[in-house]
């Protein structure tokens, strides 16, 4: 069975309805860890040693966060900068004549980010609120897994969670759920 990372980023878990919701649908898949980041360096000084062999040890990686200003949290953000850094993630590695071999650690997982957006679907729309569809706004974090050679798992994403009744919120967990588990199955057919 391939191994899970939930890199969780909730600027106030405690206040979490949507995004708390969608964590614990996921929380007891087999062979799982969970980096909850603002429970983990709430000075923000990531361990970059121990997230990197973190994920090294994973197959799927899911940014699991809430939608801040059209892409993730600060922390998430900063756990971008320095956790897949230069010569490990991408680019090549440090060699004392100069540049080494390629290196891509990262190369062959998948990410997958699951997000709760405040939104209603609606607002994500060429005549809405925002003025564009939400996949216009998930370019930069596709990129940055692809940029590391990871395989791109659509987003799923939860609109307007914290309105929602608790029947609904349950029922959008059932669903990230069953993608979850079609996701890793197809991971474990992977050579």
């Given amino acids: 069975m391939p191994r899970t990372l939930i890199v969780h980023a909730h600027p106030r878990p405690a206040h979490s309805v949507a995004t708390r919701g969608l964590l614990l649908a996921l929380s007891d898949l087999p062979d799982l860890a969970v980096h909850a980041l ?3 360096y709430p000075d923000f000084d990531i361990d970059v040693a121990a997230e990197q062999q973190a994920l090294r040890e994973a197959d799927l990686i899911v940014w699991l966060s809430p939608v ?4 993730v949290p600060g922390l998430l953000k900063h756990w971008f900068d320095t956790v897949l850094t230069h010569g ?3 680019g090549h590695a440090h060699a004392p004549d100069g540049a ?3 290196t891509r650690a990262l190369a062959g997982k ?3 980010w699951v997000a709760s957006a405040g939104g209603h679907p609606a607002m994500y729309s060429p005549g809405g609120e925002h003025g564009r569809a939400f996949a216009d706004y998930t370019p930069a974090i596709e990129q940055t897994a692809r ?3 990871m395989h791109w798992a659509p987003p799923f994403v939860l609109h307007g969670g914290h309105r929602l009744d608790a029947a609904a919120r349950a029922q959008a967990g059932r669903a990230l759920r069953q993608q979850a588990e079609a996701l890793l199955a197809s ?3 992977r050579p």
């Fill in 68 to 71: 801040y200003w059209y892409s």
């Fill in 88 to 90: 490990w993630a991408y």
């Fill in 38 to 40: 603002y429970d983990r």
């Fill in 100 to 102: 080494g071999p390629a």
């Fill in 147 to 149: 940029f590391c050679g």
């Fill in 110 to 112: 998948t990410a997958w």
């Fill in 187 to 189: 991971l474990g057919g």
